[in-house]
């Protein structure tokens, strides 16, 4: 089975209006790219598209989560994995996807998505990857390479500012 036919839409065939499509994002939806952060993703892709003349206006939301290593156990943690964008495609007569409008020639008959899902997730992966709690990661692997928490005591007064408030370093992951 084709995983990435659900995310070619064959506009021609779609009447003025809206129209909903739901995709699953799983690991043979990134199994199907040559390079891949993202292995072990369960997910769900929700597709809202506007046809209005010759421009299809794509709303596209995923939500779910993934599975990564942590930066100091390298063992698994889960983190969520969502993004809203945006997407306007216009129907013309030379394709081109390197601008922030598409435009899909009249060779073209369907929209594929699935390159933007697949960029749009990595580009939704938090920068910092870490059990919430050190107690979580695996105590042999962090003896073994030596981790240093960077939240400990040095011991000199730069310490003080790793005192910030944890909900502020939640947002900063949200990014
Ligand atoms: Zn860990």
């Known amino acids: 089975m084709d995983v990435l036919a659900p995310f070619r839409i064959a506009f021609e065939g779609l009447k003025p209006g809206k129209h909903d499509f739901e995709m699953r994002v799983d690991a043979e939806f990134f199994d199907s790219f040559p390079l891949s952060e993202l292995s072990s993703v369960d997910a769900i892709c929700c597709v809202e598209l506007d046809k209005i003349g010759t421009t299809l206006d794509c709303v596209v939301k995923l939500s779910g ?84 928490d960077e939240n400990q005591p040095s011991g000199s007064s730069e310490g003080e500012n790793d005192d910030i408030d944890p909900r502020w370093n939640a947002l900063k992951d949200l990014k």
């Open 65 to 148: 989560h993934c599975d990564l290593p942590c930066d100091r156990c390298l063992g698994p943690i889960q983190l969520p994995l969502a993004f809203q964008e945006r997407l306007v495609v216009k129907l013309g007569e030379v394709t081109d996807f390197e601008s922030d409008v598409w435009t899909l020639g009249s060779d073209v008959h369907e929209l594929d998505l699935s390159q933007a899902v697949f960029e749009w997730c990595h580009l939704a992966l938090p920068n910092r990857r870490i059990h919430a709690a050190d107690a979580e990661c695996d105590e042999e692997v962090t003896d073994h390479i030596g981790w240093q």
